[in-house]
């Protein structure tokens, strides 16, 4: 089984915290930043975890804007 990958926008200044977050339930995502300026990370779920980052993400929406995005370069 693969990694899934997702690719979302997330407001520039809260990166880290998303990074931190998620590396606190230990391997079910690594976030890696595309673009910093603009706030375009990629998600790298481990398998079987895509339902937990789902509910990390949609708590996190809650104070903080978090978008989907297509592809590699965030368009």
Request: net charge negative.
């Amino acid at each position: 089984m693969e990694t899934t990958r997702r690719y979302l926008r997330v407001d520039r200044s809260g990166i880290a915290f998303v990074r931190f977050v998620l590396e606190g339930y230990d391997g079910i995502a690594v976030l890696t930043t595309l673009d910093a300026a603009r706030g375009d990370v990629m998600l790298c779920i481990a398998p079987g975890c895509e339902d937990e980052v789902d509910e990390v993400l949609n708590d996190l929406k809650a104070g903080m804007m978090i978008e989907e995005a297509d592809g590699e370069d965030g368009k």
